[in-house]
Structure formats: C-alpha cells, structure tokens
C-alpha cells in the first residue's frame, strides 16, 4: 500500500511539474489535470470518511479492518499532497483558506493520533498492570472506595474518627513522617506510642477519604509519599492492624494505577476530539467547494 | 458465572414402611432388610393438576417413579418459534442485499432428539411429551446430582414415589426393577435413539424392529473403560442414561475428543471399517457428583450395545446406509487429523500451565503493544451474532505481552461438556464448542470452563418468551421459569472472514493462535515468565 501511495504521489508532482512547465505559470485548479487532482482529493476524503461507517458494521467482507486503517493513514496523506497540486500550494480565497486549515488540522491531528497509538499502549501495558476495561473503570474506582471503608470499619469497628479535630499531634507526626526525608543514617523514623485503632481512623479521615474522593492534592496520589504515609501509619498501628494497612495500601496502589490508566486513556482518545468532527467538516466543505467551482466556475 | 443449584428439600410426602413399598411393583423383590437400612429414602407423594414437581436447571437428589396419573415433562420456552431477532438498521438491510449476514446462532436440523432425564426423550420443536405410570424421571439427578433437565407439571391427579439415592442403587439391583425399565426404555426411548444416528434413519421398520430386539442394554461403573484405541471392534453403542468421554493418545499426550452424552452413538467406525478401535471411551462420572467431597459409590452409564454380527446382519441390505456411515467415519477421522496436528512436544513453565493456555487450539491473544483499547474486537462479536450479544470479555489474565480475553480457546479437554442435564453442549467437527438453544441455563457448563469463558446471559437478551405452557404455571406463582441461556464463543465458524474479532482489529493486535504452536514459535512456552 505504501508503495502504491508513493508511486501515486511521484507520478502526480512529476504530471504537475510537467503541465507547469507546458503552460509556463504552473498548473491551477481549473485545468483538466487540476480538477483531476481535486477530484482524487475529494475520493480520498470519502473513502477515509468511509471508515467510521466500515466499523459500524466491523464482520461485514469488505476487506479486514486492518487494510481499512492503513489505507485511511497513506491515502489520507496522499490528499495532502493532492490538494496542494490542486490549487498550487496557493490559499486562494476564504473557503479554500478554510480548506486549507481544516485539511492540514485533520491530518496532523491524525499523525498525532498515530503516534500516540504507537506508544500510549506500551505505557498503559507497562504503567498499568491492573489495567481493567474503560467502561469499568468509574465503578472499579467505587467499589475501591467502599472497600477501604470496609476494610477501615473492620479494622476499628467504625470509620468515624473518635478524637476531635483532625491537626492532632498524631497527624501532624504522620505528615512530618511522610513528607520529610529520613535523616542521614537513620534507617526507621523513631516508632512513636502506638495510639491504635484511632490512628488508622484518623488516617481514614484525612489521607484516604479525600484520596478515594478524587481530591487533586491528595497526598496518596504519589506512590513516594504513599509508601511513606503507610510506613509511618504501621509504626503507630498495633502488629494486629498490619495486614488491613498492607490491604489498604494495596488498594490505593489499584486506584492509582485506574487513575494512570484513565489518564493515558484520555491522552490516547484525546486526538479524536479533533479529529472527526473536523474531518466531516471538511468532507462538507470540499463538497461544497467541488459543487460551487463546478457549476459558478469559481471560489465560492 | 452460572447460578447456584439449591438442592430440593426431601421431606415433603408420606414416608413409607418397607411393608408398603413391598406392595408397589418395582419394590416386590427387593430384599426387606436393604430398605430398613434406609427408613426415610422413599416418599408416596401425591401432587394435584398443575402442580410443578420439578423445574429445570435447579438442583435434584431424587428420582420418581409414576405409580398413577400422568405429568407434562417439557422444556419451558419456544425455541426456533417465535424468536424476536434483533431488529435489523438500515445499514445491516442494505448489507444483506449484498450478502452481508450476522451468524444465526440456531444451527441445529429440527426434528434433532432433545435428551433428558427421563424414561421419554423430547422432540426439537415439540420439547414436551407426557409421563404415565410406570415411567421414572430424575434418574441423573439422583444419581448423579446432575440439575434438573426438564419442568416435570401433573396433568391430572398423580402418586408419585420419590427416591434418594441409597434406595435407588437398591432398586437398580432389583432384577424386576431392571426388567421394567428395559421394557420401557425399548417402548418409549430406543426407538429414538437409534433413529437419532443419522445413518439409522432410513432404515425401514422391519430393520429398525431387528435392531431393537437384537440390542443388549448394558450398565458400567462411571470410570470404567468402555474399549481402548487398538482394541479390535466388536460393537457399537448407544448412551441410555450418563455420559461418555472419547480419548486418543497423540505423540504429544492424550487428547479428549468429546464427551457424549444421552442420544449420542460411538464405536461405528471401527465395525464398518473393521478396523481397531481408534480412541478410547471411558463412562465418567457427574462433575459435581465427582467434587461433592463424600466418598460415594460411582455412578453408572446405561449403554445400548449393537453387536457386530447385528450390525452387519441389519445394515447389509442398506446401501445408503453404508455410504452414510462411510462419510461420518470420514468426517471423523478428519476431525481427529486435525487434533493430531495441534500438539507439538513442548515443555511448558509453570506460568504457562496455570494459565492453561496450552489447552487452547485456537487461543485468542491480544498484543496489548498494538491494543489500542478501541474494543472494535468486542463490538464486531456482539455485531456479528444475531441476537447482539457479545462471546467476548476484553479481560482475563496477561502472559508476557498478551493479553488472554474470556473467550472460548477451543480446549483440548473441553470439560464444560462434562456434565450437561440437557446435552445442549457439544462439540462440532472442526472442534468448536457450540451450545445448542435448548440450554436450561443451570450453570454447569460455566462452572467446568476453568477459563470463565461461558457467560449466562437473561432469556430477554436473546429476545426470548416463555411457551405458553411455562407461563401458564407461571401465573400460578409455583414455577421458575428458565431465566437464562449459556453461550460460547463459537470461533464464527459459518463466516468467511473467520473470527469477526480477529477481522475487526484495525491493529493487528487480536490473533487466534494454536496455543502451542503459537508460543513454542515464540520461544515463550518453555520460559518460567511471571504475569506482567
């Protein structure tokens, strides 16, 4: 397929380089060999149109999905070069400018879009080992959030907080432990009194809730500063209580993986966005443009 | 998963004393102490017009004996009638002008036998038929623990004997007991079977009567070996009641070609070819009877056997029935090449078996370097089956960069065919699972796929209603209708394209793979790799 877009592509500069040469002022849009680029343009444009409405119907024989993808991508670009040997690489007037803008927004917005299919996945396979299906992941995220409160209520027998306020000196111990790095040669913060179960609660109320409720400054969102929190949490928690920290820090791994995954899936279908609407605004355009050229013989 | 199976509670009724059993046929000569040794394995129970004594899918530990009345046994939904399809767009009319089809997920010829357990088979089609004195249903459940297979519905004031299983295995002792339920299997069920094998059924009345006189019915305990591959033919056979596993050793191990159930024939091949047996059969054993943990006596496969002699004797005459069987050996002999070909001597890691990726014949892997996460593959599934739904789940366990999706891998073991109270599982000759639509949606098959590939899905999915019959028990309030169907990925077998899954992938990520030679070509069976 690409050799046959490449040779296309020569064999269309070499056609328009000739006529060029022939005419002595270039070739223009409204030559035969003109309206024959632009005509091939435009069936490009309805063949790469053409595939959203092949993946509605994905089992039907009309060539494998693949093929339909590449083709989309080289003959997409071949248009490029089709358009440009249609009006001269000139912008012409307002509709064509908007031509223009449209058609090059399309397709860097569909390079980009090849590009993040390249390595977006690769990040996704390697960053997120838990990866789950898109249309699970709000739920998944819920169900982490009432996980941690059962596990929490297991733990302590409620997930209230029983002392008042939440700046103790407990938190703020937890929070210096956290974010404070550890002292040359010291191995382990000094373990301070455990105060549990209040501690685990306390560490509900004020790193996990907000955590679990998509807070943006949530502490628990860095993996470094989580692993520190726990560590610091274990040292004033009972050994008895370990294990349901070990499960907590475990699901807030989970969650920040879902969060990664739900963010480098935003970034692979961001490009979409773009991409689509624009390209049917474009097919619309062209449309019109061949209509109006055609039958007022001029820009409309 | 599938739905749970409470087992029915045994203790409505009237319990009766040996003395009484004594005076009802089936129990005459069976010893008085033996019953005593159970006091309260037997119950008369009286049921009125209507009432429900069991329903499909759910669990069963008894059998009944008729001793008066009469009962509807049916399968309780209307299946190739009446099915509300999907509705078709525009888009799908247009492309069935130019030949563009969704799969029909019914397959099956009408007028293909529907087993269940009872001393009647059901009509595909029909699916009902009447019970009356003398007739026993429950038999596998008892047994076997086996669910329910069919709704058992009084059609007139009934007495009834129900039985457990201690006392059942006494009865099967009894010489009178097995008298009668030989004579009613011959009058109500063998004629049936044996016109169930395709190559019986042309065969006139006068022959088919000779074949019915000249057949033994047999019994052997669950894990017993029916013939081994080599052994030289000397019968064919018939499944009465339980279930058959056929095996053949390969250079790469033993392979489990089928499991046949109630209806299904084998050892045809080996009397017309006159040639050794080519794969082993062995009687097995309910899966749930097998993992319920007490120790218990085996259960057993009632068999019919044609003998050599019989077979040549009746089937002489008949050309077409000889060319019939001539193909059907061919076609199997096919199917067992092309198992032959998908074992190739590896070493598996431990990775590699826990994930049983090596079961799969054609495993589907998604590369999830490529996956870009479209779900074009699940959609193309669900778009290419008529009733829309789904054979695929974009999740399951990874190996390596692969992805492994809950989609049937075509094992190489198919245990989900262990155990089906219907038959409605079975295994096609290019060796795909297929689930027929008289599924009762208990479950089983879902719970034996270890892979989680079978998804119970609610009748209304598939656009489905109740017969006429269910709904109007259902209105009494006493039945529970069938609310659920299994299926399976069925590998699109009737499309061209092959697996619409596979051919919707824009990113040449999803592949269906022979599992071993797929990973041995990768250098990847053999590596202890961890999940990623």
Excluded at chain 1, 70 to 96: I, Q
Excluded at chain 1, 107 to 134: C, D, K, M, Y
Excluded at chain 2, 268 to 284: D, H, K, M, S
Excluded at chain 2, 394 to 408: A, K, M, Q
Aim: proline share 5%; net charge positive.
């Amino acid at each position: 397929m690409i050799r046959a877009v490449l040779i296309l592509g020569v064999g269309a500069t070499l056609l328009y380089l000739w006529d060029g040469a022939e005419r002595g002022h270039g070739s223009r849009g409204g030559t035969a060999l003109g309206l024959t680029f632009g005509g091939g343009a435009l069936a490009i444009m309805l063949f790469c149109a053409a595939l959203s409405l092949k993946r509605r119907v994905p089992h039907w024989r009309i060539g494998r999905a693949q093929a339909w993808l590449r083709g989309h991508v080289w003959f997409g670009l071949l248009s490029v070069l089709l358009v440009g040997l249609h009006s001269a690489f000139l912008a012409g007037g307002a509709l064509t400018f908007t031509l223009w803008l449209l058609l090059l927004t399309v397709t860097i917005s569909g390079l980009l879009g090849v590009l993040l299919q390249q390595f977006i996945p690769r990040l996704l396979l390697h960053a997120v080992p838990g990866e789950t299906l898109a249309q699970q992941l709000d739920r998944q995220l819920t169900n982490l959030r009432k996980l941690a409160e059962q596990i929490v209520t297991e733990a302590t027998g409620t997930v209230e907080p029983t002392g008042v306020g939440h700046t103790t000196t407990m938190v703020r111990e937890l929070a210096a432990a956290a974010y404070a790095p550890p002292a040359a040669g010291e191995v382990n913060p000094p373990a301070p009194t455990p105060v549990a179960p209040e501690a685990l609660r306390r560490f509900h109320h004020d790193y996990l809730v907000p955590f679990f409720r998509g807070t943006s400054a949530a502490p628990l969102l860095s993996r470094r500063r989580s692993d520190s929190l726990f560590a610091a949490l274990r040292t004033m928690t009972s050994p008895e209580q370990h294990p349901f920290i070990d499960e907590l820090a475990t699901l807030c791994e989970r969650r920040r993986q879902l969060l990664r995954q739900r963010r480098l899936m935003r970034i692979l279908f961001a490009w979409l966005i773009v991409h689509v609407p624009l390209s049917w605004g474009l097919l619309a355009l062209s449309i019109l443009h061949a209509v109006s050229a055609l039958r007022y013989g001029g820009d409309a | 998963m599938g739905k749970s199976m409470p087992l029915a509670t045994f203790s409505e009724g009237q319990l009766m004393t040996p003395g009484e059993l004594r005076q009802i046929d089936i129990f005459s000569d069976v010893d008085e102490k033996a019953l005593l040794k159970y006091p309260g394995a037997v119950r008369k129970r009286k049921f009125a017009a209507g009432d429900v004594i069991c329903r499909e899918g759910e669990g069963g530990t008894s059998a009944f004996y008729i001793v008066s009345g009469s009962a509807r046994v049916f399968i309780g939904r209307r299946l190739d009638a009446g099915r509300q399809r999907r509705r078709k767009g525009l888009i799908a009319r247009v492309g069935e002008m130019f030949g563009q089809r969704r799969l029909d997920r019914v397959s099956h010829a009408p007028g293909k036998l529907v087993p269940i357990d009872a001393t009647v088979d059901l009509k595909y089609g029909d699916l009902a038929a009447t019970l009356t004195p003398g007739d026993v249903f429950g038999e596998m459940s008892c047994l076997n623990l086996a669910p329910r297979s069919a709704t058992v519905v009084a059609e007139s004031q009934c007495e009834m004997i129900e039985v457990l299983r201690n006392v059942y295995e006494v009865l099967q002792r009894s010489k009178t007991f097995k008298a009668l339920m030989d004579q009613k299997y011959r009058e109500r069920a063998l004629d049936n079977h044996l016109r169930n094998v395709p190559v019986f059924e042309s065969l006139d009345p006068v022959a088919l009567a000779e074949l019915k006189t000249a057949c033994e019915l047999i019994s052997v305990e669950a894990g017993a070996v029916i013939f081994n591959e080599g052994d030289p033919p000397d019968a064919m056979y018939i499944i009465r009641v339980g279930q058959v596993r056929v095996s053949k050793h390969f250079p790469g191990g033993e392979r489990q070609l089928a499991y046949l159930t109630r209806g299904d024939h084998f050892g045809e091949t080996g009397l017309l070819r006159n040639a050794p047996r080519n794969a082993t059969c062995t009687a097995v054993d309910h899966p749930i009877a097998e993992a319920g943990g007490r120790k218990r006596r085996p259960a057993r496969v009632e068999l019919v056997r044609l003998s050599s002699e019989t077979f040549e004797r009746v089937i002489r005459g008949y050309p077409d029935v000889i060319r019939r069987l001539e193909e059907a050996a061919e076609k199997r002999v096919l199917s067992q090449v092309r198992a032959a070909l998908t074992i190739l001597p590896s070493v598996p890691s431990k990775h590699v078996e826990d994930l049983g990726l090596l079961q799969g014949q054609n495993l589907m892997l998604i590369d999830l370097e490529k996956c870009t996460r479209c779900d074009q593959c699940a959609k193309a599934c669900s778009e290419a089956h008529d009733d829309g739904i789904s054979r695929l789940i974009r999740e399951g366990p990874r190996y390596d960069r692969f992805l492994v999706p809950s989609s049937c891998r075509m094992c190489m073991d198919p245990v989900c065919m262990i155990g089906c109270p219907v038959g409605s599982i079975r295994r096609t000759e290019d060796l795909n699972i297929f689930i027929e639509d008289w599924c009762v949606g208990c479950g089983v098959c879902a719970k034996q796929c270890p892979y989680n590939s079978i998804q119970l899905h609610p009748l209304e999915a598939f656009g489905e209603e109740a017969t006429t019959e269910a709904k109007r028990v259902a209105e009494t309030g006493e039945v529970v209708e069938v609310t659920e169907r299994a299926v399976v990925c069925d590998q699109c077998s009737s499309l061209p394209t092959g697996p619409a899954c596979v051919y919707a992938c824009p990113h040449d990520a999803a592949v269906r793979v022979n599992a071993r030679q797929f990973l041995h070509g990768a250098g990847l069976a053999g590596d202890d790799r961890s999940a990623l």
